[in-house]
């Protein structure tokens, strides 16, 4: 058993090594990948579209175009090696003519003799150029003579020379005879017919992911509580599918908010009515303490049931538009230190920022009440890059208990010694906050602040 148990134990760690090995090089993979799927889907198209061609281009080098420069190259010396033959077999011949005539007509050859010393030294060999590799080992297998070959001096012409005994013979001969020139026109059409095809690839994938684009760009409007005008579905089936989608889940939200706030003007109005007979009759009644302690009563009733409305209601029906973020933090402070309270404001970046004017200023209103209820000193910090609109409101009150920092956001919940205690409040101003800055596809944080107190952030995309 103790042996089972240890090859078990072995099976298990190496399972948990290869586990581990593959799930590192799927995170390196991903880190690699790109995130859109515009460019994913140009990979996809890519990616083979280029192994096909260059397995293509590797079999047509190696398989086609090596071997047909080598059978040239090849035939072209045989013919060399046939005139030395020529040269050495037949001695009458002193000028060589009928030499030179045959080389000429029958093997397109151009053949003459240069003294026994004019013989160039060995050049540097081109490093790429399969014509001079072809030749000299050819010329070395059938010839076996000292040589000296020329291939890139003329573009048209290939110039050899070699060494016989009594002479030197020089030759020139077509590029092209000794050469599979028609390679580069290959390549040519390939890579052109490649490049064509990627555009046209590339025109129509852009085409397919603009509907994309648009919905993802009309959802998040609609997360940020903004309007999207023009949108309306386009592209695939699929696409189309998934936009008219969206645009019924939006008409569903918005008729259930509809609904929502209809069915709320009429509690409101109902409750209101019977309010205000309870101050009419109160006043009918005349002075009194019992009296005044009941319109104390009514009022504060009112007052709570105009902050559940509020909080029910959301931010009714207002419409984003570009707002100075500057203006609205002074507004702020003004009203803090109207208040008895000192409060200070910076604010750094672009101040215009597209939000629901009334209902963001009514989210940081209830953040800095709430500060002001609890804390003398109030530092108001706003800050808008290109992604994100955050602004922080700190104070140096009691604070509250980082487990609770959560629980002060549900509605109703008044906590007996935290900051959100109010004689006359309901428990509802972070909650709306929060609820207001959710709808602009933001949220609230809090967490401990430099002053000593609470800090409250706000982030919203912009």
């Known amino acids: 058993m103790s042996t089972l148990d240890s090859g078990l134990t072995l099976i298990r760690t190496a399972s948990r090594r290869v586990s581990a090995a593959n799930g590192w090089m799927g995170n390196a993979f991903k880190g690699w990948m790109p995130t859109g799927l515009y460019a994913r889907a140009l990979l996809i198209m890519i990616v083979p579209m280029v192994v096909l061609q260059s397995v293509v281009a590797f079999v047509f080098m190696e398989r086609h175009w090596n071997t047909v420069t080598r059978r040239l190259s090849a035939s072209v010396v045989q013919d060399i090696a046939g005139l030395i033959d020529v040269y050495n077999g037949y001695p009458q011949d002193k000028d060589r003519a009928q030499l030179r005539r045959i080389a000429q007509q029958r093997l397109n050859l151009v053949v003459d003799f240069l003294p026994v010393g004019d013989m160039p030294p060995p050049g540097p060999k081109p490093f790429f150029s399969l014509l001079d590799q072809s030749l000299s080992v050819q010329i070395s297998r059938q010839i076996g003579r000292p040589f000296w070959i020329d291939t890139v001096g003329n573009s048209s012409l290939v110039e050899i020379r070699i060494q016989l005994a009594d002479a030197v013979m020089r030759v020139f001969a077509q590029r092209s005879a000794a050469y599979a020139s028609n390679s580069e026109i290959f390549l040519f059409w390939m890579v052109g017919t490649s490049s064509i095809l990627l555009i046209v690839?590339?025109?129509?994938?852009?085409?397919?992911?603009?509907?994309?684009?648009?919905?993802?760009?009309?959802?998040?409007?609609?997360?940020?509580?903004?309007?999207?005008?023009?949108?309306?579905?386009?592209?695939?089936?699929?696409?189309?599918?998934?936009?008219?989608?969206?645009?019924?889940?939006?008409?569903?939200?918005?008729?259930?908010?509809?609904?929502?706030?209809?069915?709320?003007?009429?509690?409101?109005?109902?409750?209101?009515?019977?309010?205000?007979?309870?101050?009419?009759?109160?006043?009918?009644?005349?002075?009194?303490?019992?009296?005044?302690?009941?319109?104390?009563?009514?009022?504060?009733m009112s007052g709570m049931l105009e902050a559940y409305l509020a909080f029910a209601r959301g931010d009714g029906g207002e419409q984003a538009q570009p707002t100075d973020m500057t203006q609205a933090l002074e507004d702020l402070r003004s009203d803090a230190e109207r208040n008895g309270h000192r409060a200070t404001i910076q604010f750094h970046g672009l101040p215009v920022v597209t939000v629901k004017p009334a209902s963001f200023k009514r989210c940081l209103g209830n953040l800095v009440s709430n500060a002001a209820r609890h804390a003398n000193a109030i530092a108001i910090t706003g800050h808008r890059d290109h992604r994100y609109l955050t602004v922080t409101i700190d104070d140096d009150g009691p604070g509250i208990p980082p487990d609770m920092r959560e629980e002060v956001f549900k509605p109703f919940l008044r906590l007996d010694d935290a900051r959100n205690q109010d004689e006359g409040g309901t428990g509802l101003g972070l909650a709306i906050a929060r609820d207001i800055a959710r709808a602009h596809g933001g949220d609230i944080l809090l967490g401990e602040s430099p002053q000593g107190g609470l800090r409250a952030t706000v982030r919203i995309p912009v």
């Open 201 to 300: 690839a590339v025109l129509f994938l852009r085409n397919q992911i603009r509907p994309i684009l648009r919905l993802a760009d009309a959802a998040e409007s609609f997360g940020k509580g903004r309007e999207a005008p023009n949108f309306r579905p386009r592209g695939a089936r699929e696409v189309r599918r998934a936009a008219q989608a969206f645009l019924e889940m939006k008409s569903r939200i918005e008729r259930s908010l509809e609904q929502r706030t209809a069915m709320l003007a009429g509690v409101s109005h109902d409750l209101r009515t019977i309010l205000t007979r309870f101050k009419l009759e109160l006043a009918l009644i005349g002075d009194s303490p019992e009296v005044e302690g009941m319109r104390k009563d009514v009022d504060e």
